[in-house]
């Protein structure tokens, strides 16, 4: 049975979007970096797991290839794994080289690999792709360049997919804005974020799950952004 394969299935948005799929019962393949209680459970509950480390080509490949030979037919390919890292204003170049390398392996070349390596089973299915990009990729943040710049690679390169893969395989981006906040956000950012956010909250996870469950229900929309940002991308910084 065709099933919906998750990278950084093992904790907050990735978890949640693999306990709904659960909850329906499709058959869940995910991907993560460090193994925890929720990994240990996921797996208690038949998710078949893939253990890598984005930032190391080496595990990329050797996981694409597993992947290609293991995964005969996938409806969903879902890129959701990231790194929220940020600028230090005293970076050296070699820090500034090396966060660059680290956001593009994440959002960039994961993605880019792990397309390739699967298209062969999404087109058996008639599968789609689903990318969770950053409404920062349109509207970089000062702060977070590297992480917007790759953010916006991804997008791109989606929508790239999209175009040389129909009509077997559709691509799409989720563009949140503030779903939750990270444990790192200090209380003065979250209340500016929330200040410039109209509908004045969180979203939380499910609002990316309904978008989710649109586009797997909708055969007509492919190379979309859909934003989940509760109207953040409205206000300007
Ligand atoms: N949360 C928000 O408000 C928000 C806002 C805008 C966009 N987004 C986007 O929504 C998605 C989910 O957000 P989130 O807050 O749930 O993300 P998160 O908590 O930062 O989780 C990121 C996931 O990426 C994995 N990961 C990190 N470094 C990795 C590496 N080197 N190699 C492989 N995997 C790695 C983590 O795996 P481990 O746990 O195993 O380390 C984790 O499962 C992301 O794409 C994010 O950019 C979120």
Known sequence: MPGVFISGIGRRLGLHLAEQFLAQGRQVFGQYR???EQTEALAKRGVRLYQCDFTD???LLALAE???AELPSLDLLLHNASLFEGESEHATLNEHLALGQRAMALHFHAPQILSEALQPALRNARGQIIAITDIY???PRPDRRAYCASKAALSCLMQGYAA???PDIRVNCIAPGPLSFLPEHSEAQ???VLASTPLGQEGGFEPVWQVVEMLLANDFIT???????GGRSLSAW
């Open 34 to 36: 460090r193994a925890s």
């Open 57 to 59: 080509a080496g595990q």
């Open 66 to 68: 597993r992947l290609t």
């Open 137 to 139: 990729a349109q509207l």
């Open 164 to 166: 040389a893969w129909a």
């Open 190 to 192: 979250r209340a500016q």
């Open 223 to 229: 190379g979309e952004t859909l934003k989940v940002d």
